[in-house]
């Protein structure tokens, strides 16, 4: 068992492969490890330049299509056989030798996951900072898991930890409170952080939905995953409470003479309330039902092309 496991996700990164695998080999000399390469689906040259490399610590796991960030994280953790495991972008705006301070402090002061925070973040102030300080704000208070920076991929954290979290959706943003929610010790290191010289990122205001949906997932997984009653039978004595309160106000208009038949927005607001509620309330319930369609089954979230291992 090697003592760590650095995974590396990658999508159309091709002029990145070459740089950044040499400079995780330099900065991690000394420790026994291994480097695995997700492909997500890459329709450029990453492929052939990983496989360009020919050192034996180097395994390239090839998905047969682009699924996405937190279902190859999933297939790098699933492979991984380190005692510990290092996340990290492959896009060279993490810096790999921030990694072993960060093992380091795991070993010594047996902390399960250190999560990094980009110190110096060098992106776009309105488009990136702004909103990456804003979301964070709002997970920090609704998920009462205090990381500074939850878009920070560069994390190391225990082999059983990282099992456990199950990562599903686009999940990966969320590692620090699925990790919490397994009884990890959470603690957080400065890191350096690069701007892209290669490349395109992936990243977009149009994540801004998802984000909330899944911000959404994790406060119900937080109060309400092994007591949903309190939720939905809580909302639906709220929601009949109003119902009787409008029936019981259209009643005494009634027989005051007036016509209720003439309250469409009423109705309107009513269809649009039970419609959010039923729309919220299936997206929870499915996505519970996808995980227990998975993990009964013991089946995987994805598909492997091949996987290849240097000589």
């Known amino acids: 068992m090697p003592e760590l496991s650095v995974i590396v996700c990658v999508y159309n990164e091709e002029e990145n492969v070459k740089p950044l695998i040499n400079k995780i080999f330099k900065d ?4 026994d490890l291994e480097l695995i390469y997700v492909d ?5 040259g990453t492929v052939k330049a990983v496989k360009s490399f020919q050192d034996s610590r180097l395994v390239l796991l090839e998905l047969k ?7 190859a994280l999933a297939a790098g953790i699933d492979y991984a056989s380190g005692e510990y495991i290092a996340l990290l972008d492959g896009d060279l705006q993490n810096d790999p030798s921030d990694i072993p301070a960060m093992l380091e402090l795991a070993k010594l002061e047996e902390w399960d996951l250190v999560a990094g925070i980009r110190a110096n973040r060098q992106d776009g102030m309105f488009l990136r900072k702004i909103p990456s300080k804003i979301a964070n704000a709002i997970i920090r208070e609704t998920t009462q898991v205090k990381i500074k920076d939850y878009g920070c991929t560069l994390k190391v954290f225990k082999q059983d930890i990282a099992k456990k979290i199950g990562l599903y959706g686009e999940l990966h943003r969320f590692i620090p409170v699925l990790a919490a929610f397994e009884g990890a010790r959470i603690t957080q290191l400065d890191v ?3 701007p892209r010289i290669h490349g395109q990122s992936k990243y977009g205001l149009g994540r801004t939905t998802r984000v909330i949906s899944d911000l959404m997932l994790m406060i119900f997984f937080r109060k309400y995953l092994q007591k949903p009653m309190h939720l939905f039978g809580g909302s639906g004595f709220i ?3 109003i119902g009787g309160l409008i029936e019981f106000y259209l009643l005494v208009l009634k027989l005051m003479g007036q016509d209720i038949w003439g309250k469409p927005m009423l109705l309107l607001g009513m269809i649009f309330i039970i419609a959010g509620i039923q729309l919220i309330s299936v997206g929870i319930i499915t996505e519970l039902q996808i995980r227990t369609y998975y993990e009964s089954q013991n089946k995987k979230r994805y598909n492997l092309k091949r996987i290849w291992k240097a000589e």
């Open 65 to 71: 299509k682009n699924y996405g960030q937190s279902t």
């Open 40 to 44: 997500d689906g890459s329709t450029d």
């Open 239 to 241: 929601l009949l409470s």
């Open 192 to 194: 350096k952080h690069h």
């Open 28 to 31: 991690l000399e000394g420790i």
